[in-house]
């Protein structure tokens, strides 16, 4: 049956595999475990191999599993293809091996998830120039782009700040540059947010966030929304100039990054995550629901120096927020005044979870200070503007006035006056 493109997100995502054809009448694709793929001619092999008819080899380079879940996703994209990979750092650092040489030029933004700030200096090792940038200001990524620039990288909101990237700027940046724009959007997810409408020509979701979210698989995808004009890029090889300039990016992503590098999604996660994503819309609805009213209240209580979302107007980039998103996400960080302790009012939390992940539908408190952002010292912590009090908040699906009195009660419990 054909889609509808009329049809919602939603209707289109839960429908997509039965569309898409299922033995059986069966709701779900099938998960496919085969590690190899094999022809009744060798002349079928053969034509698989070159490209000429579309098939299977070895799942390193993809299963049919996988190859549902990127459909969805390139539909959620409003994209023109995916590969998904084990992880959404595997999906960051295979497109960059597979698209950069050495003496290339990164620009990306000074506020970036930190094990992808890491890999951008293990890529500045190898022989990349690299410039970060404060990127809620496109006159600060323009300062930094030279003739060897090849890629600008940015996220929509910034973990733990939240500080919102001038998206459209930079899109029109990269246009008029001719260069290749890619967007994190993992905070975000393709349903408050799509970067293909401000011009990112890939575009990156860790599946082990609110995609998936659940959070029982990882997994990373890199979606091209067909913006790009790869005739353009100078470090497309021969052998992936097939067809329409449009599908060469991704092609070398899918051989350099899946096939040479291996990061490939398992199949059973692609199916937990592709069945995860199927309540994205109601789920996110919920979480950005919770954490913009827990924000609210936060903000407003004593004992609270400061809470970071997107959706209070007292967001530095609130207005450009609320253009671009459907809402402000389900992330937000704050400061408890100094006189309090931050780790005694995490350990006063009996809802809320302390762990390191994200885009759960628990709810999962962190210090950032003293955790993720511990290794990179008290110095660059205070030029990034960590504070040791800081606390980040994953705010999950669960019901708010819970959340409330979770709240309530760890504040009481680090009073100053108790
Ligand atoms: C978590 C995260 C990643 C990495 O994803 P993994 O699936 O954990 O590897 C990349 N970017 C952002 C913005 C993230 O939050």
Redesign the pocket.
């Known amino acids: 049956m054909e889609k509808k493109a009329t049809e919602g997100l939603t209707t289109r995502l839960l429908h997509a595999d039965r569309r898409g054809g299922v033995e059986h009448g069966a709701t779900h694709k099938p998960l496919h475990p085969s590690s190899a793929f094999g022809y009744d001619t060798a002349r079928e092999l053969v034509s698989v191999f070159k490209g000429e008819r579309s098939g299977h080899v070895y799942a390193r380079q993809g299963n049919p599993t996988n190859g549902a879940l990127e459909t969805k996703l390139t539909l959620l994209e409003d994209g023109v293809g995916t590969v998904s990979f084990a992880?959404?750092?595997?999906a960051?650092a295979s497109l960059m091996l597979a698209l950069l040489k050495r003496d290339d030029h990164i620009v990306a933004s000074r506020f970036l998830?930190g094990?992808?700030a890491s890999l951008l200096n293990t890529l500045e090792g190898l022989g990349c120039g690299l410039t970060l940038v404060d990127a809620t200001d496109a006159a600060d990524v323009e300062r930094a782009i030279t003739p060897r620039t090849r890629l600008v990288f940015v996220?929509t909101i910034a973990?733990p700040g939240t500080q919102v990237a001038d998206l459209e700027a930079i899109g029109r940046l990269c246009s008029e540059r001719g260069l290749l724009y890619v967007v994190?959007n993992?905070?975000t997810t393709p349903y408050l947010f799509r970067p293909k409408t401000v011009g990112a020509g890939l575009v990156?979701n860790?599946?082990?966030?609110s995609i998936g979210g659940h959070g029982n698989a990882?997994?990373?995808a890199v979606t091209d929304t067909g913006v790009f004009d790869w005739s353009r890029f100078a470090n497309i090889a021969e052998p992936y100039k097939k067809g329409e300039p449009r599908g060469w990016g991704l092609l070398q992503i899918r051989k350099r990054g899946l096939r040479d590098i291996g990061a490939t999604l398992a199949a059973d996660a692609a199916h937990r995550i592709a069945t995860g994503a199927e309540t994205l819309a109601l789920r996110m609805d919920r979480a950005c629901d919770n954490a913009l009213r827990l924000a609210t209240w936060l903000a407003a209580q004593p004992g609270v120096k400061r809470v970071n979302h997107p959706g209070l107007e007292t967001h530095p980039q609130h207005a450009n927020a609320k253009r671009w998103f459907k809402a402000g996400g389900a992330l937000m960080s704050f400061e408890l005044d100094d006189a309090r302790d931050c780790l005694a009012f995490l350990d006063a939390l009996a809802v809320v979870i302390k762990s390191s992940h994200?885009?759960d539908n628990r709810t999962l408190a962190i210090p950032v200070a003293h955790t993720i952002f511990w290794e990179m010292g008290a110095q660059r912590r205070q030029a990034m503007g960590i504070a040791d009090s800081l606390i980040r908040v994953s705010v999950g699906i669960e019901d708010h006035e819970d959340l409330r009195a979770d709240f309530e009660r760890a504040l009481q419990a680090t009073s100053v006056a108790a």
């Open positions: 992880t959404g750092m595997a960051i998830f094990n992808t996220e973990n994190d993992t905070m990156v860790s599946l082990t966030k990882l997994g990373g994200l885009g």
